[in-house]
């Protein structure tokens, strides 16, 4: 029991750090909350958000219509249709479709950060009805000023990097600056990627008296006749009862709780890579509730390589296999040895290979799998962070020949050589007969785009070959889940019988993802992370705008 005198009371208050719960807590503190506050589970803030690449998937958004680019709402709504399956609700494509420039605009008004398009990054399904082949849809904020944020300056998670994702060769670019121009972005404490938006949106809330606390985590929900007045917080001092007009959950998925992910997802996750302290806390907070649940299955797939070492934020090391499958001179393969999907395709589409079930065998024959490429790669494009020519790192598995390589990575030797020599075959002719590598602008995007012609099928095709060659195993991995709570376009969390949980919100990957099984492009995690914390902070206003007196003692089970 909670003794009442020992209540906090905030207008709203948000329990996460990331996109979704900074600008939940800006749009709340703008909409006229007089005392709103962010509740972060983790010593660092920013979540998976501050691991990201920063961009975000728009359609229609404002830096591209001043370029020039051809792109409408109905072109928008038109696309993700195309892909949805049947999972995507129309009423919240439209509210993500509507609101991702409403989003661009308020973040322009409310903060320092600026957004520009990241030229030329195609849709990740661009020949689809809608999709855009030559990009126009993904954008990120410019450089950002760590400096400014005082002592919070050290407290963002994720490693510092002075790029853009343009800049990176992912996005398009070298990922080489001018030593000059280094040197300054040095000096300034300049960085770009989900660091600079973190740090732009941080500092946002902070002006406007934002109440940020860390090693804060979200317990239980409070509720006074159905409606939630506040929340139960844990930190290393004990226990609290926190009351709110209206508490937003922005606490994201559930990837690290071994329980949720057996029994929810659709497929084996074998390597989490987001933010360690992913383990549901919303998702159980709102079951506890009644919250109607909506696309559990579902998560932002990826494969991911692990290597040595340990995060700031406590997680194993890890990156995305990415651009790396994408380049001339690498392939894949699964422990039998054999090529099973397009190597180049975006990585939730990649992703989804790891879930193919063998029935004869009942097993997932993809899983592990492994990616291997030659020095041609290494020297002409660079790998896992290196530039061109520079030194593999000493965790990568090398050898001579590929048949020894095959032996040290626990291969059959003659299969492997198989499955490259017909590769290599049909690389040189600039074809993939089996998985069509090569025909998409998205996969030849990421590839070779910086030395070669990026309309060739050579961008992303060509032999593995040279010694000596390079392996390393590949992970069933995600950004995040995106099921939870079902909500409406403006982030108000419904109950099992569709009917609104007064005072409770929801935005990010805490949330029943409006996009379905659906990867748009680049950023459309944090499209939707954007759109709905925006929206849930502003409702959370709005809907009440008589705050609670205070918030019972007792906890609402549903």
Same mark, same amino acid.
């Given at each position: 029991?909670?003794?009442?005198?020992?209540?906090?009371?905030?207008?709203?208050?948000?329990?996460?750090?990331?996109?979704?719960?900074?600008?939940?807590?800006?749009?709340?503190?703008?909409?006229?909350?007089?005392?709103?506050?962010?509740?972060?589970?983790?010593?660092?803030?920013?979540?998976?958000?501050?691991?990201?690449?920063?961009?975000?998937?728009?359609?229609?958004?404002?830096?591209?219509?001043?370029?020039?680019? =051809?792109?409408?709402?109905?072109?928008?709504?038109?696309?993700?249709?195309?892909?949805?399956?049947?999972?995507?609700? *129309?009423?919240?494509?439209?509210?993500?479709?509507?609101?991702? *420039?409403?989003?661009?605009?308020?973040?322009?008004?409310?903060?320092?950060?600026?957004?520009?398009?990241?030229?030329?990054?195609?849709?990740?399904?661009?020949?689809?009805?809608?999709?855009?082949?030559?990009?126009?849809?993904?954008?990120?904020?410019?450089?950002? /000023?760590?400096?400014?944020?005082?002592?919070? @300056?050290?407290?963002?998670?994720?490693?510092?990097?002075?790029?853009?994702?343009?800049?990176?060769?992912?996005?398009?670019?070298?990922?080489?600056?001018?030593?000059?121009?280094?040197?300054?972005?040095?000096?300034?404490?300049?960085?770009?990627?989900?660091?600079?938006?973190?740090?732009?949106?941080?500092?946002?809330?902070?002006?406007?008296?934002?109440?940020?606390?860390?090693? /804060?985590?979200?317990?239980?929900?409070?509720?006074?006749?159905?409606?939630?007045?506040?929340?139960?917080?844990?930190?290393?001092?004990?226990?609290?009862?926190?009351?709110?007009?209206?508490?937003?959950?922005?606490?994201?998925?559930?990837?690290?709780?071994?329980?949720?992910?057996?029994?929810?997802?659709?497929?084996?996750?074998?390597?989490?890579?987001?933010?360690?302290?992913?383990?549901?806390?919303?998702?159980?907070?709102?079951?506890?509730?009644?919250?109607?649940?909506?696309?559990?299955?579902?998560?932002?797939?990826?494969?991911?390589?692990?290597?040595?070492?340990?995060?700031?934020?406590?997680?194993?090391?890890?990156?995305?296999?990415?651009?790396?499958?994408?380049?001339?001179?690498?392939?894949?393969?699964?422990?039998?040895?054999?090529?099973?999907?397009?190597?180049?395709?975006?990585?939730?589409?990649?992703?989804? @290979?790891?879930?193919?079930? =063998?029935?004869?065998?009942?097993?997932?024959?993809?899983?592990?799998?492994?990616?291997?490429?030659?020095? /041609? &790669?290494?020297?002409?494009?660079?790998?896992?962070?290196?530039?061109?020519?520079?030194?593999?790192?000493?965790?990568?598995?090398?050898?001579?020949?590929?048949?020894?390589?095959?032996?040290?990575?626990?291969?059959?030797?003659?299969?492997?050589?198989?499955?490259?020599?017909?590769?290599?075959?049909?690389?040189? @002719?600039?074809?993939? *007969?089996?998985?069509?590598?090569?025909?998409?602008?998205?996969?030849?995007?990421?590839?070779?785009? &910086?030395?070669?012609? *990026?309309?060739?099928?050579?961008?992303?095709?060509?032999?593995?070959?040279?010694?000596?060659?390079?392996?390393?195993?590949?992970?069933?991995?995600?950004?995040?889940?995106?099921?939870?709570?079902?909500?409406?376009?403006?982030?108000?969390?419904?109950?099992?019988?569709?009917?609104?949980?007064?005072?409770?919100?929801?935005?990010?990957?805490?949330?029943?993802?409006?996009?379905?099984?659906?990867?748009?492009?680049?950023?459309?995690?944090? @499209?939707?992370?954007?759109?709905?914390?925006?929206?849930?902070?502003?409702?959370?206003?709005?809907?009440?705008?008589?705050?609670?007196?205070?918030?019972?003692?007792?906890?609402?089970?549903?």
């Amino acid at each position: 029991m909670h003794n009442r005198s020992d209540v906090v009371r905030y207008d709203v208050v948000v329990l996460g750090s990331g996109a979704a719960g900074l600008t939940a807590a800006l749009a709340a503190a703008v909409e006229g909350a007089a005392r709103v506050a962010v509740f972060e589970k983790a010593e660092l803030v920013g979540g998976t958000t501050a691991l990201s690449g920063g961009t975000v998937w728009i359609p229609g958004n404002q830096p591209a219509r001043e370029l020039g680019v =051809d792109d409408s709402r109905a072109r928008g709504l038109e696309y993700l249709a195309s892909l949805s399956n049947g999972m995507i609700l *129309p009423e919240l494509a439209e509210a993500l479709v509507d609101g991702g *420039p409403e989003y661009v605009d308020f973040i322009h008004q409310h903060t320092e950060l600026r957004f520009q398009l990241v030229e030329g990054y195609p849709d990740y399904h661009p020949e689809r009805p809608g999709g855009l082949p030559g990009g126009g849809r993904s954008i990120e904020v410019g450089l950002v /000023s760590l400096a400014e944020l005082g002592e919070w @300056a050290d407290r963002i998670a994720g490693t510092p990097s002075r790029l853009l994702i343009r800049e990176t060769p992912l996005g398009g670019g070298t990922g080489v600056l001018p030593p000059a121009e280094l040197a300054r972005r040095d000096q300034t404490g300049a960085e770009g990627l989900g660091r600079g938006l973190v740090a732009g949106l941080l500092g946002a809330c902070l002006r406007r008296g934002v109440e940020v606390f860390t090693d /804060s985590r979200g317990l239980r929900l409070l509720t006074t006749d159905g409606a939630v007045t506040g929340v139960e917080i844990q930190s290393s001092t004990g226990v609290r009862a926190v009351s709110a007009g209206a508490v937003v959950l922005a606490t994201g998925g559930f990837e690290y709780d071994p329980e949720l992910v057996r029994d929810f997802l659709r497929g084996p996750l074998t390597r989490a890579i987001g933010a360690p302290t992913n383990t549901g806390d919303g998702l159980r907070m709102a079951m506890r509730l009644g919250a109607q649940l909506g696309n559990m299955r579902e998560a932002w797939w990826a494969p991911a390589v692990s290597f040595p070492g340990v995060r700031r934020d406590g997680g194993a090391n890890g990156l995305l296999a990415s651009r790396e499958r994408a380049l001339p001179g690498s392939v894949m393969v699964n422990g039998y040895g054999r090529r099973f999907a397009n190597e180049a395709a975006n990585y939730n589409a990649f992703g989804g @290979a790891f879930h193919e079930l =063998d029935a004869s065998r009942f097993e997932y024959p993809n899983l592990p799998s492994y990616l291997i490429f030659d020095q /041609s &790669t290494v020297d002409r494009f660079g790998v896992l962070g290196g530039g061109p020519g520079a030194t593999v790192p000493e965790w990568v598995t090398r050898a001579d020949s590929l048949g020894e390589l095959a032996g040290k990575l626990g291969l059959p030797a003659e299969q492997v050589e198989a499955a490259v020599a017909a590769f290599n075959e049909h690389a040189r @002719a600039g074809v993939d *007969p089996d998985f069509g590598r090569g025909e998409s602008a998205f996969d030849r995007f990421p590839g070779g785009r &910086t030395t070669l012609d *990026p309309d060739s099928p050579h961008s992303t095709l060509g032999p593995v070959e040279t010694a000596p060659f390079y392996g390393v195993r590949v992970e069933s991995s995600l950004l995040g889940t995106k099921g939870g709570p079902r909500t409406d376009g403006e982030g108000r969390v419904l109950d099992v019988d569709g009917d609104v949980i007064g005072g409770l919100y929801a935005a990010g990957n805490v949330m029943a993802s409006p996009t379905g099984m659906v990867y748009g492009g680049a950023g459309a995690t944090l @499209a939707v992370a954007g759109v709905w914390g925006r929206n849930a902070g502003r409702a959370a206003v709005r809907d009440r705008a008589v705050v609670p007196s205070g918030a019972t003692d007792s906890v609402g089970n549903g």
